[in-house]
């Protein structure tokens, strides 16, 4: 670009969306894009690159992008993002005169004609449209180091990796990659054999053999000793490895076969895995219909832990056995679980451990036909938000599983095709579907769907099956219940269930045991009700905008802005605090203040913080006896029936005569669980289990029962039996252990002798 005379340079900044290995979508730079723009650098084309772990709505994004540049901007585009990328393109040319180059494999993305999309001979053509041709001609693809020039920090290889190539232009130059190992080295030298870094490289599958015993000798005359080598090889290297004296210390390769293997060959891979010096191996998706000796070694590989398996290509998935079916599904599975524990999270308004940041994380609508509200929903779902679509149908017709190249299966959903292709022409971000359908939850269109069952109950109708819920959960039945309080009727079965368990400390035939409670949030959720940050909404047929889980009144309209929303969000909330009296209110500090109650649970919510709170203790054990039964394989057996609970208001282990004389020693819900000989202590600050022994929890009970600290020895004494200087010693190791653990909501005013 030339003026009066004078070239300018052209502003660019390069935009590359992938999923990570939990499905979420990041902004980032991968070490391809690195050395197309260390390239590009060579031939006079400077550029920025846009990289965010936590990327915001598309409107946001789009202004983070323009803040960037607002010349060129270069997209990335691979194919797990090709919707989302589509929208964000149409979105930045609708609100600023940019040019927008795509770069992609895919040639049919729908772009109009003012976008230009790269198919091949990226670097040609990108240095032809913006860079210094003259200068191309003197830059060697295959020499170049981003790590050298600039673009990546030498402190990144773990990262990033090393480059091999992408293999359209052949492997990089030798002593390049040499000198990068050199690098590495150097960087962890000081690491010890424990703390070994595994560095990847990546690229091509190495196929030169002579390429690849360059690299090895280079290995074995280099100090090593702190890092392990992740290397892709060809099948081809097999061969290789066992006809040399190669020495493949500190190396891990990922293998990709291609044809079948000789015995030799398998023999040699044998061997492989058993030194363990085999990471991963990709195999066509075609060969898991066989249970030939290869498909035998790489499950019994997978089983012991050593290797993973990554198909690629396209398979018959009726013809594959479920073991076989479970160890390829692994990652799958992990990108899966990522939005069905998302999609909990949004049934109970729990959001614990979710950044809960103004976006919206989940949206519920009707059908894909609620969705036109595009102004909106760009602006106000998250990248990585799910949109429930409450009565749609998954429409899968084949049995057909396509693996892509990170190994995570795919199936042709007609229904999540008409989705997606509604979303880009509506140009709406089409964030992560989420369907429940014949009591399963199905996200976007990946094979793996969670074998257990998802059912939803009023509380009546889940205390009516009780007997059926309990002995589905003693037979291990694959079911998650969803318990929800519909009506009055719902809301007093649910008090008097507390009440029981208040009175006799145990959970006996109470449902919310074995389920999770919808809304839950207005009874667990401490000092905040989280509804003026959005984390979920609900839009119906209608053009209603509901700002929680409840259809109590419309929050907004077709064109209401997320600004309008999060106000009146905001407004009702401190109007609501105001007229409640919360901000003088003793219970404050453990009320969720929620705004959305329906009218049966109003009148009595501020009753029942205040005066009733064992109510919330009996919420809250559900999910503390849930994650203990989850996390501790010791306790994954253990029935509810088992448990005896002790916290501020129960108390098992010391006399009912003692009095509450002090504030709290404890944070609000720690709770001690006695069950088969075992006391376990949790604690709402880091949501751990501790088990400690009966004088421990005797200890434990004293201080949910709020005692003088300096009566705790005497107190102890008589319980247990022994003399002072004995109770005193105890008491003050427990203490200290206490607070040392972090587990205290204040110290504990204990005079020492």
Not at 38 to 56: A, G, N, Q, T
Not at 220 to 236: F, M, T
Not at 316 to 336: C, G
Request: proline share 3%; aromatic share 10%; hydrophobic share 35%.
């Amino acid at each position: 670009m030339e003026c009066g005379g004078l070239q300018v340079k052209r502003n660019v900044c390069f935009v590359e969306l992938e999923r990570n290995e939990f499905g979420l979508i990041n902004a980032v730079q991968s070490l391809e894009t690195a050395y197309l723009r260390d390239y590009l650098m060579k031939c006079d084309m400077k550029s920025s690159v846009y990289i965010e772990d936590s990327v915001p709505s598309v409107n946001d994004m789009a202004e983070d992008i323009l803040s960037l540049s607002d010349d060129i901007i270069i997209f990335v585009v691979h194919k797990e993002c090709e919707a989302l990328a589509t929208v964000a393109v149409n979105y930045l040319l609708d609100i600023e005169d940019v040019e927008v180059c795509v770069i992609s494999d895919s040639q049919q993305l729908g772009f109009d004609d003012d976008v230009v999309v790269i198919y091949e001979d990226v670097e040609e053509k990108l240095v032809s449209m913006y860079g210094d041709e003259g200068k191309a001609n003197e830059v060697s693809v295959q020499e170049l180091s981003p790590y050298e020039d600039g673009i990546l920090l030498t402190r990144d290889y773990m990262k990033y990796g090393i480059w091999l190539g992408s293999g359209k232009s052949g492997f990089r130059n030798i002593d390049v990659v040499k000198r990068e190992i050199n690098e590495v080295v150097q960087l962890h030298s000081s690491t010890s054999n424990e703390q070994k870094k595994t560095i990847p490289m990546k690229g091509c599958f190495i196929c030169d053999i002579d390429y690849f015993k360059e690299l090895i000798l280079h290995l074995e005359n280099a100090d090593i000793s702190g890092i392990v080598l992740k290397i892709p090889v060809g099948q081809n290297v097999l061969s290789c490895i066992a006809d040399s004296s190669l020495q493949l210390n500190q190396v891990s390769l990922d293998i990709q076969l291609e044809y079948e293997m000789s015995s030799d060959e398998l023999k040699i891979l044998s061997e492989l895995i058993e030194s363990n010096k085999v990471c991963a191996i990709k195999i066509p998706a075609d060969w898991l219909t066989s249970q030939t000796p290869l498909i035998e070694l790489l499950l019994k590989a997978h089983t012991t832990g050593l290797v993973e398996i990554k198909p690629y290509g396209e398979v018959d998935s009726s013809k594959i056995s479920e073991e076989i079916k479970q160890a390829v599904l692994i990652n799958t599975m992990r990108v899966y679980y990522t939005f069905y524990n998302g999609y909990l999270k949004s049934r109970t308004g729990l959001y614990a451990g979710v950044k809960v940041d103004g976006y919206v994380h989940h949206l519920e609508v009707s059908n894909k036909d609620s969705l036109s509200n595009a102004q909106l929903l760009n602006e106000a779902l998250s990248i990585n938000s799910s949109i429930y679509l409450r009565n749609e149908k998954n429409n899968i017709t084949t049995p057909l599983w396509y693996f892509d190249e990170n190994g995570i299966a795919y199936v042709e959903d007609e229904g999540y095709n008409e989705y997606i292709t509604y979303m880009k022409e509506e140009s709406i971000n089409p964030s992560n579907a989420i369907i429940c359908c014949d009591n399963r939850i199905y996200v976007n269109n990946y094979a793996y769907v969670a074998d257990a069952d998802f059912r939803t109950y009023s509380y009546k109708e889940a205390k009516q099956k009780i007997k059926e819920i309990r002995e589905g959960y003693i037979q291990n039945n694959k079911i998650t219940y969803l318990i929800r309080i519909d009506d009055q009727e719902d809301f007093e079965i649910f008090l008097e269930d507390a009440k029981y368990y208040c009175e006799h400390h145990t959970f006996g035939n109470l449902p919310l045991i074995y389920a999770f409670m919808e809304n839950s949030c207005r009874f667990v959720t401490q000092n905040r009700c989280c509804v003026e940050k959005l984390p979920r909404l609900k839009l119906d047929n209608n053009e209603g905008i509901h700002y929680c889980d409840l259809n109590i009144k419309d929050s907004g309209k077709e064109g209401t802005s997320l600004f309008e929303i999060s106000h009146d969000c905001l407004v009702k909330k401190e109007n609501g605090m105001q007229s409640k009296g919360c901000y003088n209110c003793p219970s404050s500090g453990w009320c969720a203040k929620c705004m959305e109650l329906p009218y049966f649970v109003s009148d009595q919510y501020c009753d029942i913080i205040k005066k009733k709170a064992y109510i919330l203790d009996y919420v809250t054990s559900s999910y503390i006896y849930s994650g203990l039964h989850e996390r501790n394989p010791k306790f994954s057996d253990l029935l509810p029936d088992e448990i005896v609970v002790s916290n501020e208001f129960m108390f098992n282990l010391i006399p009912s005569a003692i009095e509450s004389k002090v504030a709290p020693y404890f944070p609000k819900f720690t709770t001690l669980f006695i069950c088969r000989d075992s006391y376990l202590l949790w604690t709402p600050v880091s949501t751990k289990y501790y088990n400690v022994s009966k004088q421990f929890a005797i200890v434990i009970e004293l201080l949910l029962k709020r005692v003088e600290a300096d009566s705790v020895p005497e107190l102890l004494a008589d319980i247990l039996n022994l003399s002072k200087d004995e109770s005193y010693e105890m008491t003050k190791k427990i203490f200290a252990t206490l607070k040392k653990v972090g587990v205290l909501y204040r110290d504990i005013p204990f005079e020492t002798k």
